[in-house]
């Protein structure tokens, strides 16, 4: 069985690379979907039937893999009833943290702040099974 | 409510070998992990969902780009705590006998409690 350098290490490793800021961006813009769909009752067909959009293409970006244009986005999400706006916050990488110009140059963005979170990161533990799970 | 993952030691080390494997969407699946699970599971639960129920209560993660896989289950009957217990790549679309079989095993851990956490 091969060493694991722990969930810690996959999540610096993650939120260094390059795509980082979008697939957070991407993930935001999917939350937001969701929340309306359920919160209306909506099913991603309908969606898709309401802003002229394929199924298929309103369940990659429900699942964050569309990069799709910020038109595109608006046209969804004022389909739900909701316009985004474009929030700019510093960057929390420990690269840019002493950059002076941080905010102005290192910018991350969100859709509507109505919809982020309680801050606070989940535990991720770990477990053992007293099963064989399978050959490896 | 956030959901809270507990994960084996194949689900960290397939974890890391795919975000090494996968250059091109590095590190793409663990952020969506978090995310979800900052944000509560239920949240992102659904037929056409990233978390997708199986059968027998076990329930699999997963995207649309590509066919990497965490399996598991709640723990508590809930969406407090999502028990991860195993992840592979996908050899196609459809699952085959074998991934079944995985997801079966997973079943039968669920069923039998055969499982437990390792606090740190």
Same mark, same amino acid.
């Given at each position: 069985?091969?060493?694991?350098?722990?969930?810690?290490?996959?999540?610096q490793?993650a939120?260094?690379?390059?795509?980082?800021?979008g697939i957070?961006?991407?993930?935001?813009?999917?939350?937001?979907?969701?929340?309306?769909?359920?919160?209306?009752?909506?099913?991603?067909n309908?969606?898709?039937?309401?802003c002229?959009?394929k199924?298929?293409?309103?369940?990659?970006?429900?699942?964050?893999?569309?990069?799709c244009?910020?038109?595109?986005a608006?046209r969804?999400?004022?389909?739900l009833?909701v316009?985004?706006?474009?929030?700019?916050?510093?960057?929390?990488?420990p690269?840019h943290?002493s950059?002076?110009?941080?905010?102005?140059t290192?910018?991350?963005?969100?859709?509507?702040?109505?919809?982020?979170?309680?801050?606070?990161r989940?535990a991720?533990?770990?477990?053992q099974?007293?099963?064989?799970?399978?050959?490896? | 409510?956030?959901?809270?993952?507990?994960?084996s030691?194949?689900v960290?080390?397939q974890?890391?070998w795919?975000?090494t494997?996968?250059e091109?969407?590095?590190?793409?699946?663990?952020?969506k =992990?978090?995310?979800?699970a900052?944000t509560?599971? !239920?949240?992102?639960?659904?037929a *056409? @969902?990233?978390i997708?129920?199986?059968w027998?209560?076990?329930?699999?993660?997963?995207?649309?780009?590509?066919?990497?896989?965490?399996?598991g289950?709640?723990g508590?009957?809930?969406h407090?705590e999502f028990?991860?217990?195993?992840a592979? =790549?996908?050899?196609?679309?459809k699952?085959?006998a !074998?991934?079944?079989e995985?997801i *079966? @095993?997973?079943s039968d851990?669920r069923?039998?409690?055969a499982?437990?956490?390792v606090?740190?």
């Amino acid at each position: 069985m091969n060493e694991h350098r722990g969930i810690l290490h996959l999540v610096q490793d993650a939120d260094a690379q390059p795509d980082a800021a979008g697939i957070d961006l991407r993930l935001d813009l999917a939350h937001a979907i969701v929340r309306r769909l359920d919160a209306l009752g909506w099913s991603q067909n309908e969606l898709a039937q309401r802003c002229g959009l394929k199924p298929s293409f309103i369940s990659r970006l429900i699942h964050s893999d569309s990069n799709c244009s910020f038109s595109t986005a608006a046209r969804v999400l004022s389909a739900l009833g909701v316009r985004p706006r474009l929030t700019i916050v510093p960057d929390p990488t420990p690269d840019h943290q002493s950059h002076p110009l941080q905010e102005a140059t290192h910018a991350q963005t969100s859709f509507e702040e109505t919809f982020s979170e309680p801050a606070g990161r989940p535990a991720f533990g770990p477990l053992q099974t007293s099963r064989p799970l399978g050959a490896e | 409510m956030a959901t809270v993952i507990w994960g084996s030691q194949r689900v960290l080390e397939q974890l890391e070998w795919y975000q090494t494997k996968k250059e091109t969407h590095r590190g793409q699946f663990v952020k969506k =992990l978090l995310r979800y699970a900052e944000t509560g599971f !239920a949240q992102w639960q659904g037929a *056409d @969902r990233p978390i997708r129920h199986e059968w027998d209560q076990v329930f699999r993660i997963g995207d649309t780009s590509n066919l990497f896989r965490v399996i598991g289950f709640y723990g508590a009957g809930n969406h407090a705590e999502f028990i991860a217990l195993d992840a592979y =790549l996908k050899s196609g679309t459809k699952l085959s006998a !074998a991934e079944r079989e995985r997801i *079966d @095993r997973v079943s039968d851990v669920r069923a039998k409690g055969a499982w437990r956490k390792v606090e740190q």
